[in-house]
């Protein structure tokens, strides 16, 4: 037995991982192409880089994400949910790496790895929208883990005596800068302040500055202009939302402020209130000045990614649009919890704390994970309903199908996005995959 426990201890990561991978896995298999990614079916390598290209002119400025979205929408669904069951692993892995490299503190690796993962599946919302949908994941979870692995090279860059190694890692820091800071519009401000805000701290700890560190912030900077003055990006705001480009600065702000809000207030609040315990225990017991100092700059990243929002014509209520913000700050708390504390009373509160959120996330992920399995068994039958009737040339291309009613609705899965009228959005995204005339459900909601 003690061999046993001795063992899943110093594995315990690695087991972790294999289970989460199996599960993540499994449920990218079942999921089906839905809303945008039906619209990047059929595209060859060479449509797929040139579609990237073109968006930038007419859509929006994210070449990175973009690519990376049309690429999984176009893998064959056994290896999509390998690949993106791989991707998501790495998510907790490198947060986990962070809270090591921001705060120089190394220990407890086992405990933040499974907080960390808890934070997450706790703390964000719709699972299979945001981490299993194809283009939401290619433009959010593959462009953070690119963000996240760019900022723990930059962190753990030192000047090497080898020349030939200080080379090569500069060339690869720096052209990852530029695609880091070409991925998203609202992490990368953030992200810019954090490494500005490492780097003043880091000048006072290290007595100088890293000419390597400066220009990769400088080349992350290009990227994130690069994204921003995309000429496609105002064709986009103007065909989603022109009345909201015309307002001026103050009624754009008056808008969107009550949302982000909202969304803080219902889906982050918690958080705050752990960041706001955890850093005053912090600050008159542990008084690490480094590790403090690197959470309130992770902080306040975090709420700059919120707060760049207020600033965008759409989607400001979809739990995507925080995702990078929420990560950092999970980061920002978890290299606050006093895991080394020797108070009895605080060693017993955190892992109560661990063990309840655990526990929370246990139930809530299998229910989560039933349910969405049961919806999405039902699209993959309407899908199939679907290319059936296509084959009976009587329909004309004209397809109707009943809605899916059976499954519950859950957080974490994805929902009927099928409707009575042919030119709603997503019918049209689902006749341009199938390659119909128009496709509808039959009956009301």
Not at 61 to 83: A, D, E, H, K, W
Not at 403 to 411: E, F, L, T
């Amino acid at each position: 037995m003690e061999k046993l426990l001795s063992f899943c201890k110093k594995y315990f990561i690695l087991i972790i991982s294999i289970c989460l991978f199996i599960l993540v896995s499994f449920w990218g298999m079942i999921t089906p192409l839905f809303s945008d990614d039906a619209l990047a079916v059929r595209m060859s390598p060479s449509e797929i880089l040139h579609s990237g290209i073109n968006d930038w002119f007419v859509w929006n400025g994210r070449f990175v994400g973009q690519t990376f979205y049309r690429i999984l929408v176009n893998l064959p669904p056994s290896i999509y949910g390998l690949v993106n069951a791989l991707v998501f692993i790495l998510l907790p892995l490198l947060m986990m790496v962070l809270t090591f490299k921001s705060s120089g503190n190394l220990k407890h690796k086992n405990a933040k790895y499974i907080l960390i993962l808890a934070m997450i599946f706790a703390f964000f919302p719709n699972f299979s929208l945001n981490f299993l949908y194809r283009a939401i994941s290619g433009n959010y979870l593959w462009t953070g883990i690119i963000n996240f692995l760019f900022v723990i090279l930059w962190i753990s860059y030192k000047h090497n005596t080898s020349k030939l190694k200080n080379i090569s890692y500069s060339i690869l820091l720096i052209a990852l800068s530029v695609i880091a800071g070409w991925c998203n519009e609202n992490l990368g401000i953030g992200i810019i302040f954090l490494l500005i805000g490492l780097t003043l701290i880091s000048t006072k700890k290290y007595k100088g500055l890293n000419f390597t560190k400066v220009i990769s912030v400088i080349a992350y900077i290009f990227g994130y202009v690069m994204l921003l003055i995309a000429p496609g990006n105002m064709v986009r705001g103007r065909s989603r939302d022109q009345s909201f480009l015309n307002k001026s600065f103050i009624q754009k702000i008056a808008t969107n402020l009550p949302i982000i809000n909202q969304y803080i207030i219902q889906h982050i609040l918690p958080l705050l209130i752990i960041f706001i315990i955890v850093l005053f225990i912090n600050i008159y017991l542990v008084k690490n000045r480094y590790a403090i100092l690197s959470s309130c700059i992770l902080f306040v990243s975090a709420f700059i990614t919120f707060y760049a929002l207020l600033l965008s014509p759409e989607s400001v209520d979809q739990s995507r649009c925080y995702f990078f913000g929420t990560m950092l700050l999970i980061i920002a708390v978890v290299q606050l919890i006093p895991f080394s504390s020797n108070d009895d009373l605080i060693k017993i509160v955190v892992n109560s704390f661990i063990v309840c959120l655990c526990g929370y996330v246990l139930l809530t992920l299998s229910t989560g994970f039933v349910l969405s399995y049961k919806t999405d068994i039902e699209l993959l039958q309407q899908q199939n309903m679907i290319k059936n009737k296509l084959k009976n040339k009587k329909n004309n291309g004209n397809i109707t199908v009943p809605k899916i009613n059976n499954a519950p609705y859950s957080d974490y899965g994805l929902w009927d996005i099928l409707s009575e009228n042919p030119s709603d959005w997503q019918n049209t995204c689902y006749a341009h995959m199938f390659k119909a005339k128009s496709i509808k459900v039959a009956g009301n909601y």
